[in-house]
């Protein structure tokens, strides 16, 4: 996709507007007339003092908007209406249990079926994986794209490079097993505008970690502008409007408009694996998850870990009056939070724990036209830098002074009839370690996402029949077990009988 678009664009072929060429007087009228109509007509409040350049970046930005949906998305969301239903009591009960599985208790002949499934669907090239990597690690200290980041692996890999490997390994199964040649996984990357390029010079410096460059698309979530609490659409500079990333639920309207879903189409996918890029445990295109969700027939599957305890701050994936829906743990009070399972009494009733791991059939994906824009958005009040339209000046304000909305990713989940709709539950310690925090917080942090990792490929080291020391102390440090060479523990039967020294990292067959 990148060579096609940097071939056009050497050929001045590329469809994007070619930057420094003003609009004609008529599309500038027409375009201020949609503003003015919309009462945003501020925003034009320096275009004549502007030079050629900037004139035609601010016609381009404002073209990329509607007016009047702005508007009524922020009335919205500054003004929520009181409708009957909010009165009345809400209603929350665990999924039924016929939409439900667990790793943790299924019988080991059905997870062996939805994994024989699934490696299936691989083979037969009806599989892709989306991933959502539009965050920096700020928080990480590093202004790059936060999967780019080392989390201090002996093998240095950044989280993009184990991902990519995950999905190689997955490739390289389903030909095993199948006796093909060529088997793809696409890999489609959401970025966002601030980590689009650094993305892409990274996969391209690390040569897509060992995929073809034609099957990974990296693409940009869509961004709205940011709204004064008066509902005035803001300017970050004379030239430009203060705009922020739509959250990670404008990843369905970015399916469309960069056209990933057309390339799905083209390609026959079926089923659709989507993640968040900072779990350094996730199992990338899972043949177990994707044999689940295709068994159930369901348009959307989700992948939830136990809840750790009632205090524990998480969302919560259960039903909520009658629909499938994420509850944040401020919403729930402390009985609910507390009640437990009336079958399994040492554990919670509530306990399904939401980790941004899904599943989405490509027929709801041909539908998002139909209800994309019916999502919420939701409001984060934030401290906006913005240009006086009086004064000319920039503005730091020294309290919130406006809102930036985004959407969220399982806003969707109540839109489904409830039995095209399903959970699986898996193992933390397998599968959820995010990145969050910084060094040495103590808490999902580069150290914990680096100890998950080792202490996983320890485990596996031994289920094969190996052995693992170290000089302090028995299997203290762990070991690295590359995803190249197993992807959730299997094939390491070569190991049985030997011993590791950790720390160790495993790149190949000994």
């Not at 060529?182 to 990274?202: A, C, H, L, Q």
């Not at 044999?291 to 939830?304: E, M, P, Y």
């Not at 870990?305 to 629909?323: D, F, H, Q, Y």
């Not at 004064?391 to 959407?407: M, S």
Request: contains cysteine.
């Amino acid at each position: 996709m990148s060579k096609m678009n940097k071939i056009l664009e050497n050929l001045h072929l590329s469809t994007s507007k070619d930057e420094g060429v003003p609009p004609t007087e008529q599309d500038l009228k027409s375009l201020r007339d949609r503003y003015e109509k919309a009462g945003q007509e501020q925003v034009f409040t320096f275009y004549d003092e502007l030079d050629v350049a900037g004139k035609a970046a601010l016609y381009t930005q404002l073209s990329s908007f509607d007016p009047e949906y702005v508007n009524e998305i922020s009335h919205k969301a500054l003004h929520p209406s009181q409708s009957s239903s909010d009165d009345a009591e809400t209603i929350l009960k665990p999924l039924p249990e016929s939409l439900t599985a667990s790793i943790l208790d299924s019988k080991l002949e059905d997870i062996g079926l939805w994994y024989d499934s699934g490696l299936s669907l691989v083979a037969e090239g009806k599989v892709a994986v989306v991933l959502m990597a539009g965050g920096q690690g700020t928080r990480l200290g590093s202004s790059a794209p936060k999967g780019c980041f080392d989390i201090g692996l002996p093998s240095k890999k950044s989280l993009f490079q184990i991902q990519a490997e995950r999905i190689w390994k997955v490739q390289q199964l389903a030909e095993k097993k199948h006796g093909k040649t060529n088997v793809v996984i696409p890999w489609y990357v959401m970025t966002s505008g601030p980590t689009r390029d650094p993305t892409e010079k990274f996969f391209q410096e690390h040569d897509y970690f060992g995929l073809k460059e034609d099957d990974v698309m990296i693409f940009e979530q869509g961004v709205l502008p940011c709204i004064s609490n008066e509902g005035k659409i803001l300017l970050e500079t004379k030239a430009k409007v203060a705009v922020a990333p739509d959250g990670n639920g404008g990843i369905y309207q970015a399916l469309v408009t960069s056209n990933v879903r057309t390339d799905m189409r083209k390609r026959g996918i079926e089923h659709i694996h989507a993640y968040c890029v900072d779990n350094c445990l996730v199992k990338v295109a899972d043949p177990v998850f994707l044999g689940f969700a295709a068994s159930k027939d369901v348009d959307i599957a989700t992948k939830v870990v136990r809840k750790r305890s009632a205090k524990e701050p998480v969302g919560l994936i259960l039903l909520k009056n009658g629909k499938p829906d994420v509850v944040e743990y401020s919403e729930i009070d402390g009985a609910t939070a507390d009640a437990k399972d009336p079958k399994q009494p040492d554990v919670l009733r509530f306990r399904a724990a939401n980790i941004v791991n899904h599943y989405y059939s490509f027929r709801f994906l041909e539908t998002i036209e139909e209800w994309s824009r019916q999502l919420p958005h939701h409001v984060a009040r934030k401290k906006i830098p913005y240009v006086d339209t009086e004064k000319g000046e920039t503005v730091k304000p020294e309290k919130p002074n406006g809102i930036k909305l985004e959407q969220f990713v399982f806003d969707v989940f109540p839109m489904l009839d409830l039995q095209k709709f399903a959970c699986m539950e898996v193992k933390r310690e397998d599968e959820f370690s995010p990145l969050k925090n910084a060094r040495g917080s103590g808490e999902d942090d580069p150290d914990t996402s680096k100890k998950d990792i080792l202490t996983q490929g320890a485990a596996w080291i031994r289920n094969a029949g190996g052995t693992v020391v170290s000089e302090e102390d028995i299997g203290g440090t762990g070991v690295e077990v590359s995803p190249l060479i197993s992807y959730g523990g299997e094939g390491l039967e070569c190991f049985k009988g030997k011993t590791i020294t950790a720390p160790a990292v495993i790149e190949k067959e000994q």
